[in-house]
Every structure is written in structure tokens, then in C-alpha cells.
């Protein structure tokens, strides 16, 4: 089946810098997403992105289904961005996920 | 509009025992799905729902697991008889359509001690 990989798996910056994080898949996807998991344990669905790039705010997103990998662009970053991201990509009608990066964002 | 719906939060049972958890997907989504984490894991499908039907169960770790969506609403996860290595957070999500769209619960958080 599908394998997805993300990297780092942790990160640790200071507010106001700038981040990139990856996410490779195995094979093609019918849809690649983005999550943040906030320190509560919610999932929070960040972008829904099969190709192309995508912008919101301080976040934007590219994935470049060719080459079979997304990345996840933090500009700015502010201590509410901490926690965990995870990329997920959708074959089959399910979600496979990869094991996240655990972003820290200190003051 | 209402958001997915997860309860309990959280719930702590023996070994054992008998937990279910409830899931009020947002209204008028047909597709409803549960994922888990156990602890240290990544977060594993378990099952879809088309309406009130199992679309896909291949993700069911074993027969202790029952999921149910009666009328299309709501769905229900048994787990009987719950064993330690059922701790987890376990998802809802529900979306409009097939692919994408993915609206997630905040989980529930279970311990089997």
C-alpha cells in the first residue's frame, strides 16, 4: 500500500522565524491534505491540496504530484502554530497518514 | 454550521468492559469515517460509512470492534470486550463527498486500564 513519509519529525524555532516541512508519498493520491493537531488534540484541517499550491494567511501549501511529495510553508511563526502536522493522503477513499512533525514554537 | 461531534472526551474503563463512542457527523454529509492513534502509532483507517451503510471495514483490528450508523445520523463504536492495547484516540470525520472535504471531531480519548 501506500507509504508517506514526513520530515522532520521535530522542529524547533523561534516565534517569528519561518518553516518548511515535507511530505513525500509512495505512489499516487487522489488527494493529499494537511492537518494541524493543536495541543487539545484537535484535528484541524488545513488544506485539501492534490496539486498546485494553495495559500492561507500565513500558511501555504505545494504539492507536486509528479514527484509525489508536499510541502508545508510556516512564515512568521507564532506560538499558536506549536503542535503536531500531519499530511494524509487519500487512496481508496482513506486517509493514510504520515507520522507528523511536532512543531514548537518558543516566545 | 455544527462541527463533528465526539463523545465522551475522554473515558477510562477496565480491562475488559464495555465502551462505546458516538459520533454526530455534520448534517447532510453521507460519508462518515473513524480513525484511531495508539499511543506512539500513526493514525490508522478503521471504517466508512456510506450513509448507513459499511463502505469499507478493513480497518477493524478485530471482531471486539462494532461500528453502527443507524438512519444514516449518527454512528456508534462498541468495543467488547476492551483490551490495554485498545488505548487511543479515536477520530470521526465525516465529509459531503468521496474524496476530500474532511471534517474531523476532536476524538475521544480512551484508556483501558
Known amino acids: 500500500g501506500i507509504q508517506v513519509e514526513q520530515s522532520p519529525p521535530d522542529l524547533i524555532l523561534q516565534e517569528g522565524a519561518n518553516s518548511t516541512l515535507r511530505c513525500n508519498f509512495s505512489d499516487s493520491v487522489n488527494n493529499l491534505q494537511w492537518f494541524h493537531q493543536n495541543p487539545w488534540g484537535q484535528l484541524i484541517n488545513l488544506f485539501y491540496?492534490?496539486?498546485?499550491?494553495k495559500q492561507n494567511g500565513r500558511l501555504s501549501a505545494t504539492t507536486v504530484a509528479t514527484e509525489r511529495y508536499s510541502l508545508l510553508y510556516i512564515s512568521s511563526s507564532q506560538t499558536t502554530d506549536s503542535g503536531v502536522y500531519f499530511c494524509?493522503?487519500?487512496?481508496?477513499?482513506?486517509?493514510?497518514w504520515g507520522a507528523g512533525t511536532k512543531l514548537i514554537i518558543k516566545p | 454550521e455544527a462541527g463533528v461531534t465526539q463523545f465522551p472526551s475522554h473515558s477510562v474503563i477496565e480491562k475488559g468492559q464495555t465502551v462505546t463512542l458516538r459520533c454526530d457527523p455534520i448534517s447532510g454529509h453521507d460519508n462518515l469515517y473513524w480513525y484511531r492513534r495508539v499511543m506512539g502509532k500513526e493514525i490508522k483507517f478503521l471504517l466508512h460509512?456510506?450513509?448507513?451503510?459499511?463502505?469499507?471495514e478493513s480497518g477493524m483490528p478485530n471482531n471486539r470492534f462494532l461500528a453502527e450508523r443507524t438512519g444514516g445520523t449518527y454512528s456508534t463504536l462498541k468495543v467488547q470486550p476492551a483490551e490495554l492495547e485498545d488505548s487511543g484516540v479515536y477520530f470521526c470525520a465525516s465529509s459531503p463527498g468521496t474524496y476530500g472535504g474532511y471534517t474531523f471531531g476532536s476524538g475521544t480519548r480512551l484508556t483501558v486500564v
Open positions: 491540496i492534490p496539486s498546485g499550491t
Open positions: 460509512f456510506v450513509k448507513e451503510s459499511k463502505q469499507d
Open positions: 494524509a493522503a487519500d487512496s481508496n477513499y482513506q486517509l493514510i
